[in-house]
């Protein structure tokens, strides 16, 4: 919700007010802070509270170690006893942030450091490799880096998508980046073999 622009903001509020919506739960999710007094859903926030409404908040913390380790046991459907070693590493390098946790677990994957036995089918870790990856120290960092390893030409395309919003037409960023719509896949692989 804090990059909710204000006709969306506008929106919540007048169906908040609707006296003819009994019933009604809205569940938003924002980052407190990056959420001052003078934000736009800081004011929708005080608003709903003056006008009687229960506003519930559930603050998020980061992941304990122990549910770390329940969540890379349950990604690799392995038992918490075995994974163990792995999900202290990455608790270590991640600080329990859940989308950073997935994140590295995936780049781990992708570095060849987590493979897949095919003779026991069970996942496996370089233990010497693991300690060594270089995790960033925050997730801005981590996701900086990962753009970062793509091809200049990508990461171009990437920052003319982005500015066409989080959803947009393949024609509409052929005509913004001025480039031919059949180059647009192949200047966009990387990215997508990445999962950005």
Known sequence: LRWADQP???FIAALLQDPGLNGLMLIG?????EVDASHPLATLLRGAQAAGMVVPTLALDS???ADTTD????????PQTSIAPLADVIYAKTGGNPFYTVEFLNTLYRDGVLTLSPHTGAWQWDAAR??????ADSVVDFLAQRLSRLPEDSRQM??????LGNVFEMGVLAVAAAVPPEALSTLLLPALEQGI
Do not use: E, K
Request: negative net charge.
């Open 8 to 10: 969306s903001l506008d």
């Open 29 to 33: 999710a924002y980052r407190d802070n």
């Open 63 to 65: 992941l304990a170690l």
């Open 71 to 78: 969540l890379v046991a349950d990604m690799l459907h392995m």
């Open 130 to 135: 693991l300690g060594a990856s270089n995790a």
């Open 158 to 163: 990437l920052l003319t998508a982005a500015c």
